[in-house]
């Protein structure tokens, strides 16, 4: 056989090769394309007041999950126990609710929240769509009402509070933005000052933790680390996005009861 000949063969099995690869490429390409990305998705926000009450009590919060086309979303994969995650923090910072909707179908979810008062709050959704990436969906709304004195978002001097009857201590590694850092909770019990190790699993950990900037922009999910036992310590690790004022709240649960410690550092 000629060296030509060889030649034309060796290059026809090679162009086959490689067109043989197109096949699952495209097919790559095209799972890719059907996979619902955040920037696909809009959320839909409605508030409805309970008209018999003057206050902001009683307020129906109706979330419609969309794509951007106007194409239906309506299969939602479990995370951490629920379908969607729903916090719900005042503008001042000084009011906070993690909540969960009930889900009613074709992408909307519902739920009554009693707002304390009028004013703007920040809505933040945490779900993952079928087939899609997990994200988050945030908004600012406007509950009718009479509004509030603003309370300043301060540093605290002190990282320990006490919430339901537990003394939560916060210990922080050295605060840096874009850090990886160590956030270690030290629950006690109020009356008897003894340590606490009867925690419960909260949504499928030993606590969750929700991290706002002063002025709700930013905002941070934070799950603890894996294999903690019931207490007394909880560890979670987060890095904050930028130097500011920022809000915490750790949420833990004993005797089938959730509580929540808040604090507020400055990140240089």
Request: hydrophobic share 40%; net charge negative; with cysteine.
């Amino acid at each position: 056989m000629s060296k030509r000949i060889l030649f034309l063969l060796l290059l026809t099995m090679l162009l086959s090769a490689c067109g043989s690869n197109s096949s699952w490429e495209d097919e790559a390409v095209s799972e890719v394309s059907d996979r619902i990305l955040a920037d696909d998705v809009e959320a839909v926000w409605t508030l409805e007041r309970n008209q018999a009450s003057a206050a902001a009590a009683g307020t129906m919060i109706r979330l419609e999950i969309k794509k951007k086309d106007g194409g239906p979303i309506d299969a939602f994969d479990i995370n951490h126990e629920k379908l969607l995650h729903l916090i719900v923090v005042s503008k001042d910072l000084s009011y906070f609710n993690h909540i969960h909707p009930e889900y009613k179908g074709n992408g909307v979810f519902e739920i009554v929240n009693d707002f304390p008062a009028g004013g703007e709050y920040r809505m933040i959704a945490d779900f993952t769509p079928t087939g899609g990436d997990p994200m988050t969906k945030m908004a600012w709304v406007r509950v009718e009402g009479e509004q509030a004195k603003p309370v300043p978002v301060v540093p605290d001097e002190t990282l320990e509070k006490t919430a339901d009857g537990n003394r939560v201590k916060l210990a922080i590694d050295p605060l840096a933005s874009k850090k990886e850092l160590t956030l270690k909770f030290t629950i006690a019990d109020e009356k008897t000052g003894k340590p606490v190790t009867d925690l419960e699993p909260y949504l499928g950990a030993i606590g969750h933790v929700v991290i706002l900037t002063e002025d709700g922009e930013r905002y941070l999910h934070v799950h603890a680390d894996e294999g903690q036992g019931t207490g007394p310590e909880a560890v979670f690790e987060t890095a904050f996005p930028k130097s500011g004022i920022y809000k915490i709240w750790g949420q833990f649960q004993r005797e089938n009861k959730v509580f929540t410690a808040s604090y507020v550092v400055r990140v240089p």
